[in-house]
Structures are given as C-alpha cells and as structure tokens.
Nanobody
Framework: QVQLVESGGGLVQAGGSLRLSCAASSRTFRSYAMGWFRQAPGKERAFVTAISWSGDSTYYADSVKGRFTISRDTAKNTVYLQMNSLKPEDTAVYYC??????????????????WGQGTQVTVSS
C-alpha cells in the first residue's frame, strides 16, 4: 500500500523554525506533484504550498510566501517544508499530499489522491 508519512512537527516559539518531511513509500510518487496543506481547529483544510514533479515549479499561499520553502529529494522520495519566522497563526495539523498532475499547480484539496496522517505544528506566542 502506498503511504505518505510526515514527520518533524512540534512546539516552537514565534519567530522560530521547523522542517517537516514527507516520505513516500513508492517510487511512483516521483511523477506526482506534491503539496502541503494545513488544518487549524474548527477550520477547513487549506493549501500551503506545492511543488511540481521536477521541482522546477513551486507555489505558495500568500500567508506563507517568503517564510516557507518547499523542496523535494527525488532519490529519497521525500518532500520537505522548511518553515521560518513562524507565527502563532501557523499552528495547525500539517498534511502532505500527492497529486497525479505533475505540474503541481493545484491549490485545492480535491484531486490530491494520497494523503499523509498529518503532523502537529504548534507555535507559541
């Protein structure tokens, strides 16, 4: 069974940094675009960032642009989310997801066919 497994979440003070990882269990994901979403309590799951299959194209929500960076290591079947200058409003469960359209420009939950279990990120003020 194909799986995505996130890691790297935790508790950090405002202004701090965290790096999330998402490891894919199958080489199939090398041809998928990958995305990160987040869901805060009482809110819908929201787009954070996405990357094309090649890594050449990246997309960001306005709320994280300039602070977060998505990257992928094809050899390791892993996608990373580097989060800097964290704010309390970044607190959420973060999910990685895979999209069969390799371009990576999808910002909606629908269409992402595989999801990880999520990792909690808590930013204290």
């Amino acid at each position: 069974q194909v799986q995505l497994v996130e890691s790297g979440g935790g508790l950090v003070q405002a202004g701090g940094s965290l790096r999330l990882s998402c490891a894919a269990s199958s080489r199939t994901f090398r041809s998928y675009a990958m995305g990160w979403f987040r869901q805060a309590p009482g809110k819908e799951r929201a787009f954070v960032t996405a990357i094309s299959w090649s890594g050449d194209s990246t997309y960001y929500a306005d709320s994280v642009k300039g602070r977060f960076t998505i990257s992928r290591d094809t050899a390791k079947n892993t996608v990373y989310l580097q989060m800097n200058s964290l704010k309390p409003e970044d607190t959420a469960v973060y999910y990685c997801a895979a999209h069969p359209n390799p371009l990576g420009n999808s910002r909606t939950v629908a269409g992402y066919t595989h999801w990880g279990q999520g990792t909690q990120v808590t930013v204290s003020s």
